[in-house]
C-alpha cells in the first residue's frame, strides 16, 4: 500500500498497526540513518487541548525508527509561541527523550540555509532547517485542523515549521 487508513482507538496504537500494514518501519528507515520528525509543536498548549501533535504517537514513531536501526532521530518544530513553553507544555519535549529522540531548537536563524525552489510561483527561495537538508529520512507528523490561510492545515501547513520565513510564507500566497 501507499497509503492506510486506521480509526479507533489511541494514536500510538493506530500507528503500530498502519506501519505495519505498510511493511514496518524498516521500509522507510534503514540502519545508521538520521530521521527527522516534525510534528505540530506550534502552541504552548495542555495536550489534552488537541492543538500539538499527540506526544504518544510522536513517542511512538521515535520508537519505531530507533528498532529499525536510526542512528539519530531528531524532533523540532519552528513554533509559533516561545519555543521552550511549546516543547514542554505540549508533552513532546518528555516523550520524546523518553523513548530516545533528540529535541532540537528551531528558533534560531543559524539553523536555517538559503534554498532555492525553482518551480516555485511566487516564493523562489526559502530558509529551511539545516536538520531537514542534512537527514536521510523525513517523517511529517501534523494534526488536523482548520487554518484562515489554508482552510484545512495537514501536512503541507506543517511543513511552515520547518522554514524560518513563516510570516512571509502566510502573507504571500499561501495557497499557491
Known sequence: Y???AIKGGEAAEMFDKGIASLGGMKQFVKPNQSVVIKPNIGW?????????TNPELVARIVEHC????????YVFDNTCAEATRCYKMSGIEDAVKKAGGTMVSGKSASYYQDVTLPKSKKLKNAKVHELILESDVFINVPILKNHGGSTLSVA?????????DREYWHSNDLHQ
Open 2 to 4: 501507499d497509503m492506510v
Open 44 to 52: 504552548d498548549s495542555a495536550t489534552e487541548r488537541a492543538a500539538n
Open 66 to 73: 530507533k528498532r529499525a536501526g536510526a542512528k539519530t532521530v
Open 156 to 164: 503541507m501547513k506543517n511543513m511552515m515549521g520547518v522554514v524560518w
